[in-house]
């Protein structure tokens, strides 16, 4: 009777909050709570939302709510901070074309079906259409649309005639001249410019390009460095593409902050190239699943290399450009390169939130901080496939997503 009547009011917790703006109080009761990735759990806890800030987080005997906080039953479950996915994309016609138009609806289940179903609360967009992207992002912020918070880079910066093979063999052919190929440094410097002031938070550059399955063609070194400045000079970071070590070398010396994928070709990588990576504070997204295959045992030892030395990882999918969802593959080949489920849980929360800035508003599970919650069936710490195994999803103190109960 006790669950289902907490079911109930759930139920009831999340109609509400749809078709108000103004939300009541929520809180998770009886959770196990993984405040933060290196703490210990806070078990039988109250993690309280008001006003899409955590109020509240403690055992509950040391807990009051509110008279009205819509409650979720815990028990059995635990709690983390919301995920970011730190590579995705909004570049499939048929999910996102013409974003501002398509209705609220469609546009909610497709980023359920993409994001909000994993635990993601921000998604950090690595190359798309950026008017068609903000046009997305203003419907979740207005709460028309539900989805995750989105961070966009808008178009990518490719070497000059370095658009990618498959980039090429995908885009239509009147959008190929309008992708940016800059060829001086100020015409690097002035799209990164053009984007920031028109509402991109982020860079991505490809410094290494493949233009055919079997050849790179790095960003000229002067290009990627203008670019790298402006960006830096507006307090952007600069997400970057490698490819192999040629690419590599570009995002070293232009002082790239993140690896947007682990080098496909490790083939001439050494020591100090580890070394210069950790010197320079570069993070890596992995996006392992996108490598199974060719160079995958390889692309496994470089993130354990680069996970080993100290070096930040952050957690990302490339989905969007991936079709496939399913995020546990992701979780699972991070484990096999060595991470254990405290440091990925780092690169889904602390992690990110410290490179982009935001670690005293996200990240975490403290009082003061955004309500962005993940609620999973599985402790992670008993296996990496836990993560993916996501009950509700809650933007700052918003269902935004819940899993669909059993039948009994």
């Not at 070096?311 to 969802?325: A, K, R, S």
Request: glycine share 10%; proline share 7%.
């Amino acid at each position: 009777m006790r669950k289902a009547l907490a079911c109930v009011v759930v139920a009831l917790a999340f109609e509400a909050q749809r078709a108000s703006p103004q939300l009541p109080p929520l809180a998770l009761v009886g959770a196990r709570v993984y405040a933060s990735p290196d703490g210990p759990p806070i078990d039988d806890a109250v993690v309280a939302v008001e006003n899409g800030v955590i109020t509240a987080v403690g055992p509950q005997a040391a807990v009051t709510l509110p008279a009205g906080t819509a409650t979720i039953d815990g028990k059995v479950l635990t709690v983390t901070a919301g995920f970011y996915n730190s590579h995705v994309h909004f570049t499939d016609p048929k999910r996102w074309d013409n974003a501002g138009a398509v209705p609220a609806e469609r546009l909610t289940a497709d980023l359920r079906d993409m994001l909000t179903r994993f635990g993601f609360t921000t998604v950090v967009d690595t190359a798309s259409d950026l008017e068609n992207t903000l046009s997305l992002r203003r419907r979740i912020e207005s709460g028309e649309v539900s989805g995750p918070r989105i961070l966009t880079a808008g178009g990518a910066l490719y070497p000059p005639d370095g658009v990618p093979y498959y980039v090429r063999e995908e885009v239509p052919a009147d959008v190929l001249p309008r992708l940016h190929q800059p060829a001086t440094p100020a015409a690097a410097a002035a799209i990164v410019r053009r984007q920031a002031e028109n509402g991109a938070d982020l860079v991505k550059i490809f410094a290494g390009s493949w233009v055919t399955r079997e050849k790179v063609v790095a960003m000229p070194l002067s290009i990627a460095r203008a670019a790298v400045a402006e960006a830096h000079a507006r307090g952007q970071l600069v997400f970057a593409h490698p490819s192999n070590v040629a690419g590599l070398d570009v995002v070293l010396g232009a002082g790239v902050d993140v690896l947007a994928h682990a080098l496909e070709d490790t083939r001439g990588m050494t020591p100090d190239h580890y070394a210069r990576l950790r010197r320079q504070h570069v993070a890596m997204v992995p996006t392992l699943a996108l490598f199974r295959g060719r160079w995958s045992w390889d692309i496994l030892d470089e993130v354990r290399s680069h996970a080993r030395g100290g070096g930040d990882i952050l957690f990302g999918t490339d989905v969007g450009y991936l079709p496939n969802f399913d995020h546990a593959v992701e979780y699972e080949l991070m484990a096999s390169a060595g991470l254990g489920w405290r440091e990925i849980l780092a690169s889904l929360t602390t992690t990110p939130a410290r490179r982009f800035n935001e670690g005293q508003r996200r990240g975490r599970i403290e009082k003061g901080m955004v309500g962005d919650l993940v609620v999973l069936g599985s402790d992670p710490a008993l296996g990496s496939r836990g993560f993916a195994d996501v009950r509700y999803t809650i933007r700052a103190g918003r269902i935004v997503f819940e899993a669909a109960r059993p039948k009994p």
